[in-house]
T-cell receptor, first 112, second 112 residues
Framework: DTAVSQTPKYLVTQMGNDKSIKCEQNLGHDTMYWYKQDSKKFLKIMFSYNNKELIINETVPNRFSPKSPDKAHLNLHINSLELGDSAVYFC???????????FGQGTRLTVV | GDSVTQMEGPVTLSEEACLTI???????????LFWYVQYPGEGLQLLLK?????DKGSNKGFEATYRKETTSFHLEKGSVQVSDSAVYFC???????????FGSGTRLSIRP
């Protein structure tokens, strides 16, 4: 059973398009995250949701809009894609407090 | 704000060599500390964790000890294998417990 699953795994699209990445977790966690990993492998948090409420937005351009329909899902919609958006996007989830996060397999987004 | 600094890579070792990857952190309060591993083409997996000072996390022959006095959480393994080749990330859960902050990652390559 996949704990944190995100789709698609690969996404190639043209500049200016709008795309979505979906994430679901079956671990019963309350908190979900989106991270961006750049070409140098650096991981930076983008958003954090707790029980469907946004708690962190790390100065991400407003072209990125997360949506959490319920606490098991956190989707990421990106408008007007730019070349610089090319990266691997990871979804993760955890219980609140000082616990570890569990990560999905990542979505490699390539904007051409 | 909270931050993690880890040894820059890449690190290349021969099989059965000893490994140390240094990690230090800056944080208010008492964060939980983690090592994550990312194998080629895969997502992040938790390797080990420690939640309070002097705790030792261990898994798959890897160990790290939470040292509050030196604000360090160095990753060690006595005898590395080719299958340990991956990128290793040191991380902490910040004092507000709302996000996990990652170091820049260390690429480890093991020669047969």
């Amino acid at each position: 059973d996949t704990a944190v699953s995100q789709t698609p795994k690969y996404l190639v699209t043209q500049m200016g398009n709008d795309k979505s990445i979906k994430c679901e977790q079956n671990l019963g966690h309350d908190t979900m995250y989106w991270y961006k990993q750049d070409s140098k492998k650096f991981l930076k948090i983008m958003f954090s949701y707790n029980n469907k409420e946004l708690i962190i937005n790390e100065t991400v351009p407003n072209r990125f809009s997360p949506k959490s329909p319920d606490k098991a899902h956190l989707n990421l919609h990106i408008n007007s894609l730019e070349l610089g958006d090319s990266a691997v996007y990871f979804c993760a989830s955890s219980f609140p407090g000082g616990t570890e996060a569990f990560f999905g397999q990542g979505t490699r987004l390539t904007v051409v | 704000g909270d931050s993690v600094t880890q040894m820059e890579g890449p690190v290349t070792l021969s099989e059965e060599a000893c490994l140390t990857i240094n990690c230090t952190y800056t944080a208010t309060g008492y964060p939980s500390l983690f090592w994550y591993v990312q194998y080629p083409g895969e997502g992040l997996q938790l390797l080990l964790k420690a939640t309070k000072a002097d705790d030792k996390g261990s898994n798959k022959g890897f160990e790290a000890t939470y040292r509050k006095e030196t604000t360090s959480f160095h990753l060690e393994k006595g005898s590395v294998q080719v299958s340990d080749s991956a990128v290793y990330f040191c991380a902490l859960r910040d004092s507000s417990a709302s996000k996990i902050i990652f170091g820049s990652g260390t690429r480890l390559s093991i020669r047969p």
